[in-house]
């Protein structure tokens, strides 16, 4: 039992280094970087989607009432406006080379960490607050159009899509990209020590 004892206790003391070439760390980043590119293109694309398809719905079908008018007005300005802030964040992560200048690209994810903060939180209720508006003046008019069951499903489903959004899916995006950010700003912090500190 003395001999296990002194083994583990050698064992706590011995201290593994390991160390990635800054190849073998480049390379790591370079695919947590493009899937970060990627995921940020897509969410691009699909403001732009959404924005495209409710303004050919108002250009292409008549509505008589003007409450729709101000309901599609005020959806179309909030995807706008949240479809150029992701703009402006895609931007940061996609605007420099990453394998030329590190210490700038880490910068550039620090900002952009910073800016989903943001957005996922103070941005993301104007968000819901813009989108909800929009749709209640939107269903003024359409709602007219259906029976009383169907109004309680129209109306249910799309308050249970605004909450499920908010609250599960919402927090488990900030909690997976909260995560694969860190993780990344890491990567590159330990990439630029290594670069600048000779071996």
Known sequence: ???????????????????????????????????????STLNL???????????????????????????????????GVYTLILYRDHRLIAKNDYTVHPNEYLNNLKTYQLNRYSLYNSLYWFYTVALSLGLMFYFIEILAYFNLFQKVIAVGLTFLWILFCSTILRKAVIKREKERIALLIEKFERLSDQISTPV
């Open 1 to 39: 039992m003395q001999a296990f004892d002194q083994l583990q206790e050698l064992w706590q003391k011995h201290e593994v280094d390991v160390k990635f070439s800054a190849d073998e760390m480049l390379q790591q980043a370079k695919k947590e970087v493009n899937g970060l590119r990627f995921k």
């Open 45 to 79: 694309l699909g403001m732009l989607v959404s924005f495209i398809a409710i303004a050919a719905l108002w250009a292409f079908y008549h509505f008589d009432s003007w409450t729709t008018h101000v309901g599609i007005s005020i959806t179309l300005i909030a995807i």
